[in-house]
């Protein structure tokens, strides 16, 4: 068992969550004990408390309290399988020497974490092209949420990446399709989102739940989210292809929010009802027929300026197939709407 250090964060390595920079200092620490050790105050940053998501600057001090010796050499990283491989390469849609664009495909996890063993972060080995180091992730899409990620090809690119994240410097299009016909027919969905009380050792899951904008200021964890959003099509009153862009970025915004808005996503289990059916005259988030029950949503379009070349880069990736399925049953084209609705609309 060591004991206390105090590590300052050197030049190359700032910009990065604590948990992450922890990790690499330490690769036999795992994720759940990092966070335990920011639940309980173990781990500080600058002498102040810090969450797993807190990001690190170079020349702050970390306060990291004894941890277990390393049991031998770090385990080595699962080989990826060449099937694996095939696959992520597959779902690149564009790279250069800085940059890599994936339409992730619906079910496979961003980043490791409870039970899951295969994710991109962990294929980053097969994304290489001939590069020094494996590509890093910038932003997250959920496991079952389809399309565009971004990834850096280098360090220093990921810095500035996660800088026009940070600063809402890039802009996200996603299509959903949802049960019923939001009306208006476009606006703004702006609540509070607070993790829902966790029962038992699993909590919620990560279930958000939506408060009023007046509640937000006095309530424990609660954050403000903004959702934009506009139909594009209906399939007369049944459901309806929206377009989302999340001018926050809170997790689960778009599905928390439209669930808030009456029109669930289709196939969201988890905000719209598991066990309801919606045919027409009801509220729920399954359709029945021949309408996927997987989760309707799809991170259609990434635009942002280079931050090397400074060409402006729009990135579109192609609907999953059980969306394109549903998109081809209601007779909606994407052909038919324009890439940016929301411009045209202004």
């Known amino acids: 068992m060591s004991g206390v250090q105090i590590i300052t964060v050197a030049e190359g390595d700032g910009d990065q969550r604590i948990d992450r920079w922890l990790r690499r200092q ?77 339409n ?28 020094a180091e494996n590509p890093r992730l910038v ?22 990446l996660t800088a026009a994240f940070r600063h809402r410097a890039t802009r996200k299009i996603y299509w959903a399709a949802v ?14 989102l607070v993790k829902a009380p966790g029962h038992g050792t699993g909590g919620e899951g ?8 007046r509640d937000i200021d006095t309530t424990p964890g609660a954050k403000r989210a903004v959702t934009e959003y506009m139909v594009l099509e209906a399939a007369a009153k049944r459901a309806a292809w929206v ?31 598991s066990g309801q059916d919606n045919l027409g ?13 997987k989760l309707h949503l799809h991170a259609r379009s990434l635009s942002l300026r280079h ?7 729009h990135l579109t990736a192609p609907l999953p197939d059980h969306m394109a399925a549903t998109w081809d049953t209601f007779q909606w084209s994407p052909s038919d709407v324009p890439a940016d609705p929301f411009e045209d609309a202004e």
């Open 206 to 213: 990560e279930k958000m739940r939506n408060i009023h904008p």
């Open 26 to 102: 330490f690769p036999h620490v795992s994720q759940g004990r990092i966070e335990k050790m920011c639940r309980k105050g173990e781990l500080r940053l600058d002498g102040g408390r810090v969450k797993a998501s807190t990001r690190v600057a170079v020349g702050q001090d970390v306060r990291v309290p004894p941890l277990p010796d390393a049991a031998g050499p770090a385990p080595a990283r699962p080989k990826v399988s060449d099937a694996d491989a095939d696959m992520i390469r597959s779902c690149v849609i564009w790279r250069d020497d800085h940059i890599l664009a994936l």
């Open 243 to 273: 377009a989302l862009i999340p001018v926050t970025g809170r997790t689960h915004q778009l599905r928390a929010h439209m669930a808030e808005l009456g029109h669930p996503i289709v196939g969201d289990g988890k905000y719209g009802g």
């Open 281 to 293: 005259d009801g509220w729920g988030a399954h359709l029945g027929g021949d309408i996927s029950r």
């Open 104 to 131: 992730k495909p619906p079910g496979l996890a961003v980043q490791g974490g409870s039970g899951q063993t295969r994710h991109v972060d962990g294929l980053a080995e097969a994304l290489r092209f001939g590069a």
């Open 307 to 313: 931050p090397v070349t400074g060409a402006a880069l």
């Open 139 to 160: 932003h997250r899409l959920d496991k079952d949420t389809s399309g565009v990620l971004l990834m850096a090809r280098s360090r220093a690119m990921a810095s500035d």
């Open 179 to 192: 049960a019923g016909v939001p009306h208006p027919k476009a606006g703004e969905i702006k609540t509070g």
